[in-house]
């Protein structure tokens, strides 16, 4: 089956603490990319941060970071320093077998995430 | 850099009416998508183009829903006839061939009466 799974439909941080959404995929791939997007209230989504599967560095990006466990098939995403902007839904994407390279995606059910002041 | 462009950016007609949405990518983007985002769900791809060519269609409701991509630049997406469920955010993006990130536009938000 072709899912990706985010097991929090709610999330909630207090400004400059750290949350982490968690990912979970099924894929028989062994190179792909794994993506983290975030879409604000009535705003357009934007990438918000990129994992190559075959590299075992986890990526990071300013105050965002994953934490990929590929035998896990695992993705979470880690916002540290929280600030009210990070306050949006945030989608976990990955491209469905035999679309590595194609651009397909398959988005999960999204994480709302709460910033407290 | 110019956007991903939507218009119009909300829709409310009555259930089997027709309707469609404009969309045009950032300059230079071979690879265009079309998504339907139903409330508190993640979006679900419709069709996804590679300049005027259709790559994958398999999720679009083909009794209803068309779209086309004249000349490989704007895309139209097509709804006739509308049903109660097709309320939704229609999220056009686009990527500058698959294996790179796709870019956003705003969405046009329909409403079915």
């Known amino acids: 089956a072709q899912t990706v799974t985010q097991s929090q439909p709610e999330m909630s941080v207090q400004e400059a603490e750290t949350v982490t959404l968690s990912c979970t995929y099924d894929?028989?791939?062994?190179?792909?990319?794994l993506f983290w997007y975030k879409q604000p209230p009535s705003r357009q989504m934007i990438l918000v941060i990129r994992?190559?599967?075959?590299?075992?560095q986890n990526a990071t990006e300013n105050r965002f970071s994953v934490n990929f466990q590929k035998a896990a098939k695992s993705f979470s995403l880690k916002i540290s320093d929280s600030q009210l902007g990070d306050a949006a839904m945030y989608f976990c994407?990955?491209?469905?077998?035999?679309?590595?390279?194609?651009?397909?995606?398959?988005f999960g059910q999204g994480t709302t995430l709460q910033v407290k002041p | 850099e110019a956007g991903v462009a939507q218009s119009p950016r909300y829709k409310i007609i009555e259930k089997r009416q027709s309707v469609a949405f404009w969309c045009n990518p950032i300059s230079g983007h071979a690879t265009l998508y079309w998504y339907q985002q139903i409330l508190g769900q993640g979006p679900k791809l419709l069709i996804q183009f590679q300049n005027n060519g259709v790559v994958d269609d398999s999720q679009l409701p083909k009794d209803r829903f068309s779209a086309e991509r004249l000349k490989g630049v704007d895309s139209t997406l097509k709804i006739q006839p509308a049903k109660l469920e097709d309320s939704a955010v229609y999220l056009c993006?686009?990527?500058?061939?698959?294996?790179?990130?796709?870019?956003f536009g705003d969405g046009t938000r329909l409403s079915i009466l």
């Open positions: 994407a990955y491209p469905p077998p035999g679309s590595s390279n194609t651009g397909k995606l398959i």
């Open positions: 894929t028989s791939e062994s190179d792909y990319y």
């Open positions: 994992q190559e599967a075959y590299k075992q």
């Open positions: 993006a686009s990527s500058s061939d698959g294996a790179q990130p796709q870019h």
